[in-house]
């Protein structure tokens, strides 16, 4: 019996874990195509989440996206990642334009901690169902959509980076793709924030933000 509940858990790490993976895809797709950081030419629209989205079509840009989420992929799995950032930077001054950040938070007790029989009884929680995320994640979506009324226009040539913060263990593999990053934050008094709509599986919930550079 102990057995099972432990691979049912671990269904249910991975069923989250691809949720969340898929969201960044399509969500990052989302945000170049609003952005205008690619031509709006190198996007095909799919339905997803039951809405309109567009991906890219250029095939750099996807083996691009491709290699950082499956990397994103094996660090959710391991609860070892805790926020992806989308950075929007201007070519000619290399300034961060906009930021946005997706706050990850593992429940590590959904994970290591099912109950085992004569054992403490944990309390029930209400297991959210695929169709109840995919809702909260459209409204995200729809936000995003969105961001184009309230992001100021970018009228210059830019284009973007993904940083991942992970924990500090230091038995945490890094592929040699990855090293240490510049944050790209925007200058203090020159930045403004809106705070997005947030999502939950059973094991992650996820907190959106983008902030933004005002003129002074």
Known sequence: MAQKQRTNQAISLKGSTAMVTEFFEYSVNSILYQRGVYPSDDFRMVKKYGLPMLVTADDNLKEYLSTILSQVQEWLLSSSINRLVLAIKSIETGETLERWQFDIHTDESAINNPS???????????????????????????QITSSVTFLPILEEECTFTLLAYTNDSPDLPIPATWGDADPHLIDRGKVEQVRLRSFSTNVHSLEAMVAYRVEE
């Open 116 to 142: 085992l029989p004569g054992g403490p009884k944990q309390p029930k929680r209400k297991e959210k169902t695929e169709k109840e995320v995919q809702g909260e994640i459209r409204e995200i979506m729809k």
